[in-house]
């Protein structure tokens, strides 16, 4: 649910002119960006092995990292360029629209993952 009122908020955020507002906006997403840390770190660690924790969580922290921290901001930067001849100085602004999305999408994931850890739970405690 935290990464879908970001997305919600971020996309506002994007689309508001007002720098004040935007301002007061990124206040709470800013705040709930890090709420899925908790969990994903809880899930890697509780569905690997206990002798394999330390591997799994480096390579999540190496993904993630890759992905969020290394093709996100290129990927914004290349959008944003190639918008530049169409829409000038706004065009950061729309690029970055492109994140919200991204969040709701990996609020599917992570709502279709609990449900398919749940059920697999569900069916190992009848068993």
Known sequence: MALVVVALLWALVFLTT???TALILLVLPGGLLGFYL???FAMVQSLVDPAMRATAAA???LVTNL?????????????SDALMPYFGADSLRLA???VPPLCMWAAYHYRAAANTISLA??????R
């Open 121 to 126: 739970l569900g069916k190992a405690a009848h």
């Open 67 to 79: 992905v969020g921290l290394g093709l996100g901001p290129v990927g914004v930067g290349a959008l």
């Open 18 to 20: 007002n720098s004040v």
């Open 59 to 61: 390579l999540l922290l």
């Open 38 to 40: 908790g969990p994903t």
């Open 96 to 98: 970055l629209l492109v």
